[in-house]
């Protein structure tokens, strides 16, 4: 069972995916990326919202780009709609954090990138190491649970 990050952003910030892609490239995870994960003639609502409320993790990758697209406001408001864990990442400086996550600690990734990085590939590392371990305690008691069921006849 994989554990599910979808990411929000701009596509000006593509770069900024495009490396995180890179070092969370693992079975373990199933990153939903827009860019890659809706293709041409595909209606980007009915994949993009579906993606949100499946997800572990909504990654937010906040910038001055991210804070003018339509596209990254529907994103958080649908996020913040299904109750997903949000995870802001602060590109630059200028942008501002909305509002609406006013109270959510943010990951300052503009003032040290590499370590900013290292720091989200670590949190969704064990993020879907913990969600293997759960997924794999449930198969063991269904297991045992049956094999029990099966001793009682």
Same mark, same amino acid.
């Given at each position: 069972m994989a554990y599910e990050l979808f990411i929000s952003?701009?596509? !000006?910030?593509? $770069?900024? +995916?495009?490396h995180l892609k890179a070092i969370l490239n693992s079975p373990s995870i199933n990153l939903f990326v827009a860019e890659y994960s809706v293709q041409p003639s595909e209606s980007l609502n009915q994949k993009i919202y579906p993606a949100i409320q499946n997800s572990d993790l909504f990654l937010l990758l906040w910038s001055k780009n991210s804070q003018e697209s339509p596209w990254v406001a529907k994103e958080i408001e649908q996020a913040k709609a299904f109750n997903k864990t949000i995870f802001p990442v602060l590109l630059d400086e200028e942008a501002k954090i909305p509002a609406v996550l006013g109270d959510l600690k943010y990951l300052p990734a503009h003032t040290d990138p590499a370590? #900013?990085?290292?720091?989200?590939? !670590?949190? +969704?590392f064990e993020k879907a190491q913990k969600k293997q371990n759960e $997924?794999? =305690?449930? =198969?063991?008691?269904?297991? #045992?649970l049956l094999w029990l069921a099966s001793k009682s006849k």
């Open positions: 952003y701009s596509t !000006k910030d593509i $770069a900024v +995916v495009d370590q #900013a990085m290292q720091f989200i590939k !670590k949190h +969704v $997924a794999l =305690l449930w =198969l063991t008691i269904g297991g #045992a």
